[in-house]
């Protein structure tokens, strides 16, 4: 009855008065008008009775939906998923800058069919390409100049005394950025924005 965020029907609060005049109990009342007892209890008190009858009326001074107003507007929500697609940018650092929870600004961004229609959505990450001549040229020039591909190359006095490093101490000892691999961009993407190549990232 009325709903989440909403005020209880004007014939439900007249009804209630009516029964409550006559006496009847709070539970009879949520049993009868198949209400819960905490709504029967709130427009059966004596305080709302009163308010009826000095006003003369049970029609609700707010009309329409009531509760918690939205923190942002739809112009700030677009500002918040601009953010969100920047590189490197989650919810929760987003929501960290903003100094609110992360369910906020997930309520906010998230692609939902009926309020957002073009909101953020996790889209998988992009697969690693086929191995391609191009990809081939990277990583051979990539073992030229890494501390593996240089053990490697030299002699197998060097690779025998530096394996034991690379394999049990250092487990990622060489990195490389500019390849062309699997991208890292942040997976939060309007729809739009990934029909359009994910021009709004960086």
């Known amino acids: 009855m009325g709903g989440k965020g909403q005020d209880v029907p004007y014939v ?18 949520a049993k009868d008008l198949q209400c819960d007892k905490k709504t029967a209890k709130r427009w059966g008190s004596p305080e709302a009775i009163r308010e009826i009858e000095e006003s003369g009326s049970v029609q609700s ?20 998923m601009d953010k969100l697609e920047k590189k490197n940018m989650t919810q929760t650092k987003l929501a960290k800058a903003k100094d609110v929870d992360r369910r906020t ?10 309020s957002n229609k073009d909101g953020c959505f996790p889209y998988a990450p992009r697969q690693t390409p086929k191995h391609t001549s191009e990809i081939q040229k990277q990583r051979f020039s990539f ?3 890494s501390p593996i ?17 690379f394999g049990f101490i250092d487990h ?6 500019g390849t062309v691999n699997r991208s890292h961009r942040p997976n939060w993407k309007r729809k739009s924005t990934k029909k359009e190549g994910w021009s709004r990232s960086g």
């Open 12 to 29: 439900l609060r007249l009804q209630t008065y009516a029964l409550t005049k006559t006496g009847a109990t709070y539970y009879k009342i």
């Open 61 to 80: 001074k707010r009309i329409g939906h009531v509760g918690c107003k939205p923190m942002y507007n739809k112009k700030e929500s677009e500002k918040l």
């Open 105 to 114: 600004i997930r309520t906010y961004t998230r692609n939902n069919s009926e």
């Open 143 to 145: 073992t030229k100049k």
């Open 149 to 165: 591909g240089k053990a490697a190359r030299g002699s197998l006095v060097r690779w025998e005394k530096e394996r034991v490093r």
């Open 172 to 177: 990622c000892p060489v990195s490389e950025s």
